[in-house]
């Protein structure tokens, strides 16, 4: 008898735990496609820096400050030049555990969709600043134009590759279950100039660039349900 009662009891927490579980999905499956896209690049940025190295912490800082005043002053007033200074730093020089100098230093970032007016600027800025970097990129606008396009093109695959899938395997229509969206740039080779000296000239020639592009691409993964 108390055999019979624990087999039944039993039956019924198996069929509880059955009725509260939640349906299994079959026939599901994983796909991707991607879209992608060569952008030429149309903004240009540039990173300067004005450094000064004096006994004094004062003179030192002094000599930043003049030539980055005198650089921000050579800036055209146009508000399509972004520009920014930041990091400023002051350094002690050490030699036998003993401060022998200061070193001033204070960059300054400027970017424009004018290529070939920045370039020349920069030339010019060389004068008493030093040039540390030199990049290229898609403005924003731009890249939200070419993703948003690449990604109705990356859905549409995606939605190819799903119907597909389905008829091969025997199935009349789909639903899908997720999808993920992600968008990463594939750079090519750009110019770029690393900690470049200050010339020596008054007026030194403005750097040779070539913006070059990048490659854009969207990628859509997600899982669909095949059904009947």
Do not use: C
Not at 10 to 20: E, F
Not at 212 to 228: M, N, Y
């Amino acid at each position: 008898m108390r055999y019979l009662l624990l087999s039944a009891l039993l039956l019924v927490g198996v069929s509880t735990h059955a009725h509260d579980a939640q349906p299994v999905i079959y026939n599901k499956v994983h796909l991707s496609a991607k879209a992608s896209s060569e952008v030429e690049n149309d903004t240009l940025i540039v990173h300067l820096f004005a450094r000064a190295r004096d006994l004094s912490a004062g003179n030192a800082g002094d000599k930043v400050n003049r030539d980055m005043q005198w650089a921000l002053g050579q800036l055209p007033k146009d508000n399509e030049l972004k520009r920014r200074t930041l990091n400023y730093r002051t350094h002690p020089q050490y030699k036998d555990q003993r401060i022998i100098s200061w070193q001033v230093e204070q960059g300054l970032r400027l970017e424009s969709a004018d290529i070939k007016m920045l370039a020349q600027l920069t030339g010019q800025l060389q004068e008493r600043l030093h040039v540390q970097g030199m990049q290229f990129d898609i403005s924003p606008d731009k890249r939200n134009s070419q993703e948003n396009d690449l990604i109705a093109a990356a859905l549409a695959r995606f939605e190819d590759r799903a119907r597909v899938v389905s008829s091969a395997m025997g199935f009349g229509q789909y639903k899908v279950i997720n999808l993920h969206l992600n968008s990463n740039d594939h750079f090519r080779p750009q110019p770029r100039m690393e900690m470049m000296a200050r010339s020596s000239l008054a007026s030194p020639a403005p750097p040779a660039v070539e913006a070059g592009s990048q490659t854009l691409v969207v990628q859509v993964a997600g899982e669909i349900e095949l059904l009947r």
